[in-house]
T-cell receptor, first 112, second 111 residues
Framework: DVKVTQSSRYLVKRTGEKVFLECVQDMDHENMFWYRQDPGLGLRLIYFSYDVKMKEKGDIPEGYSVSREKKERFSLILESASTNQTSMYLC???????????FGQGTRLTVV | GENVEQHPSTLSVQEGDSAVIKCTYSDSASNYFPWYKQELGKGPQLIIDIRSNVGEKKDQRIAVTLNKTAKHFSLHITETQPEDSAVYFCAASSSDYKLSFGAGTTVTVRA
């Protein structure tokens, strides 16, 4: 079974802090994604990566950056956390050329 | 970009009854339409998908239909059970990897 693991289930950070959300997958998938989930808005794509050191902006990249130094790990970075970034963050991965995404359990981030 | 609308936002059904969730999409180039189920405290999980060269697909109690002309697709769950209670997301894709999701439907199955 594919396993996508997010390092934290719950996280509370202060406004202005630099925040790192980590995601690791164990199935050698080329594609990795970061989504944000908010009630009534569904899942919105923040960034995705189709290879090591490659990244592309999704629909809502403002205020975020990403890092993919190794194939299995994809990090989401909030350079200066703000209260409007309080949300559920979901990491996903998929094989190159396929669309079935496998999701992690999510990280609920609260910025106070 | 692709815009996916999903209705209803909440759905309450009696155990044993059917549930139907409908989605529309805007990009005529979209050719892949998956449905994900998210149980409480978990990430979404793929339950069924359909490609644009197929009009209907069934897997036990769940089925998906696609009308490309009208740009809409639907999820049908028959003989609902308590374990069907979850949030369901539809999605559409015109590329090999990028999915656009609907807003989600919270389904509650009443015993």
């Amino acid at each position: 079974d594919v396993k996508v693991t997010q390092s934290s289930r719950y996280l509370v950070k202060r406004t202005g802090e630099k925040v790192f959300l980590e995601c690791v997958q164990d199935m050698d998938h080329e594609n990795m994604f970061w989504y944000r989930q908010d009630p009534g808005l569904g899942l919105r794509l923040i960034y995705f990566s189709y290879d090591v050191k490659m990244k592309e902006k999704g629909d809502i990249p403002e205020g975020y950056s990403v890092s993919r130094e190794k194939k299995e790990r994809f990090s989401l970075i909030l350079e200066s956390a703000s209260t409007n970034q309080t949300s559920m963050y979901l990491c996903a991965s998929s094989l190159l050329g396929t669309t079935e995404a496998f999701f992690g359990q999510g990280t609920r981030l609260t910025v106070v | 970009g692709e815009n996916v609308e999903q209705h209803p936002s909440t759905l309450s059904v009696q155990e044993g009854d059917s549930a139907v969730i409908k989605c529309t999409y805007s990009d005529s180039a979209s050719n892949y339409f998956p449905w994900y189920k998210q149980e409480l405290g978990k990430g979404p999980q793929l339950i069924i998908d359909i490609r644009s060269n197929v009009g209907e697909k069934k897997d036990q109690r769940i089925a998906v239909t696609l009308n490309k002309t009208a740009k809409h697709f639907s999820l049908h769950i028959t003989e609902t059970q308590p374990e069907d209670s979850a949030v369901y997301f539809c999605a559409a894709s015109s590329s090999d990897y990028k999915l656009s999701f609907g807003a989600g439907t919270t389904v509650t199955v009443r015993a």
